[in-house]
């Protein structure tokens, strides 16, 4: 499996970068109570400060509100995935536990304040390309309801579009059958090269303290616009 940027998205945004993981032989099950726990913990205490200070003064926030405009997208309309999750939490709308897959993949969004999908690679078909999306380009997504993807970035495969920094689509949900999963953070293209890899590493490690299995971890942007992942 190939998976690559789209080199005309970086002649909007030179600085870019898509964080890869690959997970293979995990075990998704209900979340471990130390995560839980832990993720609880965490939204209580990130409740209190955006108390102080609105969602969209954090800084991975406004960054990606800023990348979301500059490829034509309201992000006002459109918002991305962990400006929602954090405005629920600013409401004290805590999120649920789901599955340790998915609970995690919310933790690190929160976390690092980006967004970041995960994906079963049982559902994938052939290469996969991130790209940007115009009027045509959509799918019925995980909130329920058919989502239009035009001027967001998507990520595609050979079936079409399966996942975004919006929303992620149905066909291709992580469940607690999936063994082999890739997750895409759409990391702040303020951080470099160094603390893109150690934030990638970090969240690799974690994922699989839980969920066992091995993990290995890859960056797309101007300088490497594509990866293989043998499977």
């Known amino acids: 499996m190939n998976i690559s940027l789209n080199k005309e998205l970086l002649q909007t945004n ?7 993981i690959h997970y293979t032989k995990i075990v998704v099950s209900e979340s471990p109570q130390m995560i839980k726990g832990r993720t609880q913990l965490y939204q209580e205490n990130l409740y209190l400060e955006l108390a102080e200070n ?6 991975g926030i406004a960054e990606w509100r800023t990348v979301w405009k500059s490829f034509g997208a309201d992000p006002n309309r459109y918002r991305h995935s962990a400006e929602s999750l954090m405005r629920r939490i600013a409401k004290q709308n805590y999120l649920a536990p789901f599955h340790s897959a998915v609970d995690l993949n919310n933790f690190f969004s929160l976390q690092y304040e980006i967004p970041i999908g995960i994906y079963d690679v049982a559902k994938l078909s052939g290469d996969i390309e991130v790209s940007l999306g115009d009027e045509q380009t959509g799918y019925e997504g995980l909130n329920g309801r058919f989502n239009s993807l035009n001027k967001i970035l ?12 919006f929303v992620d689509s149905v066909r291709t949900a ?6 082999e999963a890739i997750q895409i953070f759409y990391l702040r293209p303020s951080l470099d090269e160094s603390e893109c890899n150690q934030l990638l590493q970090s969240a690799g490690k974690m994922f699989t303290q839980v969920n066992g299995g091995d993990s290995q971890s890859f960056l797309l942007n101007k300088n490497n616009l594509a990866i293989s992942i043998e499977g």
Do not use: C, M, N
């Open 154 to 165: 998507y990520s595609k495969d050979q079936e079409g579009a399966f996942g975004s920094p």
């Open 174 to 179: 992580v469940t607690e059958e999936t063994s």
């Open 54 to 59: 609105p969602v969209t003064q954090r800084e």
């Open 14 to 20: 030179d600085q870019l970068k898509i964080g890869i």
